[in-house]
């Protein structure tokens, strides 16, 4: 089939990397795509947002499946603009439609469906400025530290954590003053959750589902999970404490009620869900949803993933998911990210990559890249996600780490302690 997968970042060159060993493909091509989806498939030059080009390219292409990649799209209702569109309807579209995306598009409205259905998440209330000394009030009743969530979409950088209360009171009244634009017109405060995070992958048709292999990653940008929140600076699957019973749980409080009450609401899904969870004590409670793969954790789990991508997107465009193959290799992956120095405040581009050729023992996955005269330049904070796989982590850490020696640009930059923490915790 000819497939069309949209985005430009480390998780669409994963992506790129996994249909590209589909039987079912006949032609990729990626929008926009960076340097190393081009090794892939076709990179072409269309923005995710511009539906209408999107529109011209599939019917110009006989394109036959969409595969959306970040969120953006979804919230802004691409699967909605493929269904209504009597050229475009007969294209399968991977991903969530609009009221679906919603789950990630809005804090308040995720809060609201997981209380809807006892989905077992932090208590919360959400404000506006027009009533935050109620906000004030709400902040005082619950114990420090103090979670504040822009109600949209905010780049992943709309979640605050404050210490104490004073912090958490400013940051409040800065948020809804336009700290993150219209995203924090709306701010959900909600009590923290104390446990270990972890994330985990639903594939879905709307109505069956296959539960993928799960990751941990790494936002803070420095060693001892200190520093700034980035989009992530590493990711490692599978996960010490995420065992049998654990995955029984989950399925069972989390996914089973989330997709029974997206039915309920007649709201069609045929995508990924990813639960951003805390383990607290062997119990799992939703942190977030979101309506897409992770980034960096895409670059850990499809490595892992023993199926046929393009085979499981056929089930979940169908409705026959339940009869596809998706196992899990018995492997461990480890993903550490190369970024820019600086990054995620100010930092260079234009900044000259060597030694990726060298790199055999893992792959080596393109996020903030770009080319100018022939050379592989920086174009982004994240500029690389090095992944590898082995038997045992200690090994898969090994392997990354070897790589990156070989890799080099300017004021590379990447956090040594990926997967110290799951080491410490099997011990």
């Known amino acids: 089939m000819n497939v069309l997968l949209l985005g430009s970042g480390g998780r669409e060159h994963a992506f790129a990397w996994k249909i590209a060993q589909s039987k079912k493909l006949k032609n990729l091509y990626i929008a926009p795509g960076n340097p190393g989806t081009a090794l892939l498939g076709e990179n072409i030059n269309i923005g995710i947002n511009d539906f209408e ?9 006989k394109i036959n499946m969409l595969v959306v990649g970040p969120e953006e799209p979804l919230v802004n209702g691409i699967y909605d603009f493929f269904a209504n569109d009597e050229q475009l309807k007969h294209i399968a579209v991977i991903g969530a439609s609009k009221a679906g995306a919603m789950l990630e598009g809005s804090k308040d ?79 959900v405060i909600e009590e923290f ?39 992530g600076m590493g990711a490692v699957s599978p996960v010490s404490f995420v065992d049998d019973t654990f995955r029984k749980k989950v399925c069972s409080q989390i996914i089973e009620p989330t997709i029974a009450g997206l039915q309920t609401e007649k709201i069609n899904y045929q995508g990924f869900i990813f639960l951003g969870l805390m383990n ?48 899990t290799l018995n492997q461990t992956a480890v993903t550490v990210i190369c970024a820019s120095g600086g990054y995620p405040d100010s930092y260079r581009k234009g900044i000259e990559i060597f030694g990726i050729e060298n790199v055999d023992k893992s792959i080596v996955f393109q996020a903030g890249t770009t080319v100018c005269n022939d050379t592989l ?26 790589s990156i020696a070989k890799i080099k640009f300017q004021n590379m930059y990447f956090r040594k302690d990926i997967g110290q923490d799951i080491l410490n915790y099997k011990k």
């Open 53 to 61: 080009q999107i529109k011209k390219f599939c019917v110009e292409t």
């Open 109 to 187: 409205f995720a809060k609201e469906f997981m209380q809807k259905y006892n989905i077992p998440t932090a208590r919360y209330k959400t404000f506006t400025l027009a009533n935050i000394n109620a906000g004030f009030e709400f902040l005082e009743m619950l114990a420090a530290p103090y979670v504040l969530k822009a109600d949209g979409l905010a780049a992943g950088k709309g979640v605050v954590i404050c210490e104490n209360i004073d912090n958490a009171k400013t940051t409040l009244a800065e948020m809804l003053n336009g700290k993150f634009g219209a995203a924090s017109q709306k701010v």
């Open 193 to 231: 959750l104390h446990g270990i995070e972890v994330s985990m992958f639903v594939l879905t048709d709307g109505i069956s589902y296959k539960l993928l292999p799960e990751a941990k990653d790494y936002k803070r940008i420095y060693d001892g999970d200190k520093g700034a929140n980035t989009g």
């Open 280 to 327: 607290n004590c062997g119990e799992p409670y939703v942190i977030e949803y979101n309506v897409r793969m992770g980034d960096p954790e895409t670059e850990a789990v499809l490595p892992r993933l023993d199926a046929d991508l393009l085979d499981l997107f056929e089930g979940v465009a169908t409705k026959t998911l339940h009869n596809k193959k998706c196992e």
């Open 377 to 402: 330049q920086t174009s982004g904070g994240r500029v690389l996600a090095v992944t590898s796989l082995d038997d045992t982590i200690e090994n898969a850490l090994q392997k990354s780490y070897e």
